[in-house]
Each structure stands twice: as structure tokens, then as C-alpha cells.
């Protein structure tokens, strides 16, 4: 039996933020298929559900310098 593993991202929008989850979505979506995200599995208003990944490292600032 395999175990997949999930990540779920909790929120609702934040205007004053400039935080809209239907933008999340699109560019979710979009890097997906440029091969820089992992999949989105599915959202509702309030949860976004991905692929979970592993054998990743988190960069820093260092990093990106």
C-alpha cells in the first residue's frame, strides 16, 4: 500500500493584504505547469489541497544573493 502525502493551505481572502484566493489559484495552477509547483489538487473557498513534496530544501536569503 503507498501513502500519499498531502499539504492544505487555510485562508480566506485579505483585501487589505491584497490577498484574493481566486489569484492564488491562477498562479498556482500556472507554475504547476511550468514545472515549478507542485500540484494543485483541489480548492474550495477556504482551503487550497496540493501534492505534498519531498526531497526538497527551503531557500534562504543567502541563497538567492
Do not use: W
Not at 27 to 53: K, M, N, R, T, W
Amino acid at each position: 500500500m503507498t501513502t500519499r502525502r498531502y499539504m492544505l493551505r487555510i485562508g480566506d481572502d485579505r483585501p487589505e493584504h491584497a490577498v484574493f484566493r481566486y489569484n492564488e489559484i491562477a498562479v498556482s495552477l500556472a507554475a504547476h505547469d511550468a514545472g515549478l509547483s507542485p500540484a494543485l489538487l483541489h480548492h474550495e473557498p477556504g482551503a487550497l489541497i496540493f501534492d505534498y513534496l519531498t526531497d526538497t530544501v527551503s531557500l534562504d536569503a543567502d541563497d538567492l544573493g
